[in-house]
């Protein structure tokens, strides 16, 4: 089998671990889908956006997002993307995550990942090529999970709500207006949003704002720009905030990004 930029095509290659490469321009959106065989995504240019049914996950460089096989997911291009996708059958390992998360990607998995990418896709598994498929499944089972994540409601209205903000995280409406916006009163709204997602509202619009911030940072954005772009008054007040939460500066954690967004891959 030749190499394609089609998921589909991945599916039933008889292999425990299919590596596919492609290319995505800025702002494109890959609509709902799943896919049998469960998904390792990570960009090693750029930054994106995979929404679930359960929660939306922000993948940064250096970071991949791990979607278990038969989970509906679309996905929201920040900027130029190189995607490297894994496709992993269900019976690769035991071990494999359950659920939806964002894993830390080390320098060795990214190396492995990138030679993944080169290797025929029906690779000879008792050699070398499936040597490093395997070294990348452990590399997979062994890998610290991040916070980079917000919940999503299971309600029709609310979920057209998030999804809106996710897509434009810096909008400064009202709660009163995203209730109007969703068919509810106020009060319906603050208290079936918490009820759904466990947050209120406020909090996960902040935490959407600054999981945006984290993409657009990754992108070589400057603290300020990323500032108000997400909707923060200044760039001060969005320093105060990710502080708060990541217990960095955005400088610092910026300056962790700068070696991905130079490098080659």
Not at 147 to 174: F, K, S
Request: glycine share 6%; with cysteine.
């Amino acid at each position: 089998m030749g190499r394609s930029t089609k998921g589909a095509d991945y599916q039933d290659v008889p292999r425990p671990v299919a590596a596919l490469a492609d290319e995505y321009p800025p702002g494109y959106h890959d609509p709902r889908h799943s896919h049998r065989r469960a998904q390792l995504i990570y960009a090693s240019v750029g930054a994106m956006l995979v929404i679930t049914d359960q929660a939306s996950f922000v993948c940064p460089p250096q970071r991949a997002v791990w979607v278990p096989g038969g989970v509906v997911h679309e996905a929201y291009m920040r900027g130029h993307v190189s995607c490297r996708t894994l496709y992993v059958t269900g019976d690769a390992r035991r071990d494999l995550p359950k659920a939806c998360r964002v894993i830390e990607v080390s320098d060795l998995l990214r190396e492995l990942i990138i030679e993944a990418c080169r290797m025929p896709v029906e690779y000879d598994v008792d050699g070398r090529d499936g040597r490093i498929m395997s070294l990348i499944l452990d590399e997979i089972t062994s890998t610290h999970a991040t916070p980079l994540q917000v919940p999503m409601p299971r309600g029709e209205r609310l979920v057209r709500i998030c999804t809106a903000i996710l897509r434009d995280p810096a909008q400064n409406d009202h709660i009163d207006e995203w209730a109007h916006a969703a068919g509810m009163g106020r009060r319906t709204f603050t208290r079936l949003f918490r009820k759904e997602t466990g947050v209120s509202f406020a909090a996960w619009r902040q935490n959407v704002r600054l999981m945006e911030a984290l993409s657009r940072l990754a992108l070589g954005q400057s603290v300020t720009a990323v500032a108000l772009d997400v909707g923060y008054s200044s760039s001060s007040a969005f320093t105060a905030m990710f502080r708060r939460t990541f217990g960095v500066a955005p400088t610092r954690y910026l300056s962790t990004l700068k070696p991905t967004l130079v490098g080659t891959a």
